[in-house]
C-alpha cells in the first residue's frame, strides 16, 4: 500500500486546521510529455521546495514534482516548532562523531533556525513565534536537562536557553505533569502549511516549474537521470530527493535507512486569552521529555493545536480525535469540554538513531530526509546543502552525509514490527 494514497484523496488536503487555515494557490499543471531541466527535486516538502528556491535564486533552471499538492505531506501536517541544534543532543553527537564536528553539526542546525526567520519574514502570511519550553514529565529528568542546558551555555556559547525550576514550570504550562525543564527563546513555531506555500510562491516567482498530482515512478541512474512520472519522462543533469516518509519503493538505498510513522494533531475551538493563559504563557510552544512526544501550542485564532499518540501502520486511527484527546487531557484536563474541531495525521520518517539521513544515491543523485520529528528547521536546510552541493559547494552536505545512519535491522519487510516492538518498550518506559 502506497502511504502517499492510504489516508488520502488524490489530489487533496487533508481535513486539518492547517489545510482550512491556508490559502492554497492555485493548482499547478500536471507533468505531462518530454520535460528536458539542468535539476529535477521530488517532493514539494520544506526539503524540496528549499532545494528548488536556493537553486532558482542560483540562477539554475528546475522541475519540481510532487505527487499530491505542495505541502501535502509532514511539511503541511506537523506541530510547526522550530527546534535549536540537531534531533540528538550535543552531548550524543560528541560522542558518535567527535567535538569538533558536533560543533559543526551545532553550527548548521542553528544556520537553520536562521534560514527559517529568513524564509519566514519574506512570506506575508506567515509569523515566526519565538520560544519552546521542553517540559520534563519525571523529576530525575530535570537534573540531566539543566546539565545539558549548562553545557549549551558554557561550551556552545549558546545563552537563548536557561533552566526553568517546577514552580517556573508550572506557572508557564498550566499542567501537573511536569516538574521542570528549559526555556529555548531561539527557537520558535510557525503555521507550518502557511511557511511550505510561501516557499512554493516564491519558487514559481523565481522560475521554478512545479507540477503536482506527478508521482515519481522510476529513476533510471546516469550521466543524465531520467525520471518517469503517469504522462511525463524527465531528463536532468542532477536530481534530489526530498520525500522523506512517503518516499515508498522510489529508491532503495535510501528507504533501507528510512521508517515512515505516523503521528496524529488535534486543533479545539477558538479559547479566550483567560483559557490560553491558565494553559501556556506568553504564547510559547510545549515539548515534553516522553520518548512518544507531546507537543502543543496555541494557534495565531487561539486553539489548542495539540500533537500525540503513533502508529506504525499504514492506516491511521478511524478516530483520530480520541486518539489524541487522550494524552491531551492527561496534560490538561481543563480541556475536558472543549470541543475538538480538526483531527489529523501525517507520515514522517524516522531514522535508527534520529539523525538525518543525507546521502549521495550517485555523483548526480542527492537525498536528504529521516528528520525524525526535527524537520521544520533541518529539511529547509538539508534542500539548501542539497542545493549547494548541486552547485559544486560541497561541505555542508558531506559533513551531514558523514553522520552514520544505520540500515534498519530485518530489512525493510521486518522493520515495522521489529520498530513496533521498540516503540512498546519505550512506550511502557514512559509510564514508568
Known amino acids: 500500500m502506497d502511504l502517499l494514497y492510504a489516508n488520502d484523496q488524490q489530489g487533496e488536503y487533508p481535513a486539518s486546521y492547517y489545510a482550512a487555515d491556508a490559502k492554497p494557490l ?3 499543471p500536471k507533468a505531462h510529455g518530454q520535460i528536458q531541466t539542468q535539476v529535477c527535486v521530488i517532493g514539494a516538502g520544506f526539503t524540496g521546495l528549499s532545494a528548488a528556491l536556493h537553486l532558482a535564486w542560483a540562477g539554475y533552471d528546475v522541475t519540481l514534482i510532487e505527487a499530491q499538492r505542495i505541502g501535502f505531506g509532514a511539511s503541511g501536517r506537523n506541530g510547526g516548532q522550530v527546534g535549536t541544534g540537531q534531533r540528538l543532543e550535543q552531548d550524543a553527537l560528541e560522542a558518535m562523531i567527535g567535538r569538533s564536528d558536533a560543533r559543526a553539526l551545532w553550527g548548521i542546525a542553528q544556520d537553520a533556525v536562521q534560514l527559517v526567520k529568513d524564509l519566514v519574514s519574506q512570506i506575508p502570511d506567515c509569523n515566526f513565534r519565538p520560544g ?12 540531566v536537562d539543566h546539565a545539558y542546558v549548562q553545557k549549551l551555555n558554557q561550551d556552545y556559547g549558546y545563552s537563548d536557553i536557561r533552566c526553568l525550576s517546577c514552580d517556573e514550570m508550572r506557572a508557564m504550562v498550566g499542567s501537573e505533569a511536569y516538574f521542570g525543564g528549559s526555556l529555548d527563546q531561539g527557537a520558535g513555531h510557525i503555521q507550518p502549511l502557511r511557511y511550505a506555500i510561501g516557499l512554493a510562491q516564491m519558487a514559481l516567482a523565481a522560475g521554478v516549474k512545479i507540477f503536482e498530482e506527478s508521482a515519481a515512478l522510476s529513476i533510471e541512474r546516469g550521466a543524465q537521470v531520467r525520471i518517469s512520472t503517469d504522462d511525463a519522462q524527465i531528463t536532468a543533469d542532477h536530481l534530489i530527493l526530498g520525500c522523506n516518509g512517503y518516499l515508498g519503493d522510489l529508491e532503495g538505498q535510501v528507504a533501507e535507512r528510512l521508517m515512515p510513522i505516523n503521528n496524529f494533531i488535534v486543533a479545539t475551538e477558538r479559547l479566550d486569552s483567560v483559557q490560553r493563559a491558565a494553559l501556556i504563557a506568553y504564547d510559547y510552544a510545549v515539548a515534553d521529555s516522553k520518548f512518544v512526544v507531546n507537543y ?4 495565531e485564532d ?5 500533537g500525540g499518540s503513533e502508529s506504525y501502520g499504514y492506516r491511521f486511527p478511524k478516530d483520530i480525535a480520541s486518539k489524541v484527546r487522550k494524552p491531551m487531557l492527561q496534560i490538561f484536563p481543563q480541556l475536558a469540554e472543549a470541543r475538538i474541531d480538526y483531527a489529523w495525521g501525517g507520515t514522517l520518517g524516522i531514522t535508527m538513531n534520529r539523525m538525518p539521513s543525507f ?4 555523483e548526480n543523485i542527492f537525498s536528504a530526509s529521516g528528520y525524525s520529528g526535527h524537520g521544520v528547521a533541518m529539511a529547509s536546510m538539508g534542500g539548501k546543502l542539497a542545493a549547494e552541493a548541486v552547485m ?4 555542508g552536505f558531506d559533513l551531514m552525509a558523514s553522520v552514520p545512519t544505520p540500515r534498519f535491522p530485518g530489512g525493510r519487510h521486518m522493520r515495522t514490527p521489529l520498530l513496533v516492538l521498540a516503540m512498546l518498550w519505550y512506550g511502557m518506559r514512559d509510564r514508568i
Request: proline share 6%; aromatic share 12%; glycine share 6%.
Open 359 to 362: 546521502a549521495y544515491v550517485d
Open 392 to 395: 559544486g559547494r560541497k561541505e
Open 26 to 28: 492555485p493548482r499547478q
Open 296 to 299: 502543543f501550542r496555541f494557534s
Open 302 to 306: 487561539g486553539r489548542m493545536v495539540f
Open 132 to 143: 519552546i519550553i521542553h517540559a520534563m514529565h519525571r523529576p530525575r529528568h530535570v537534573r
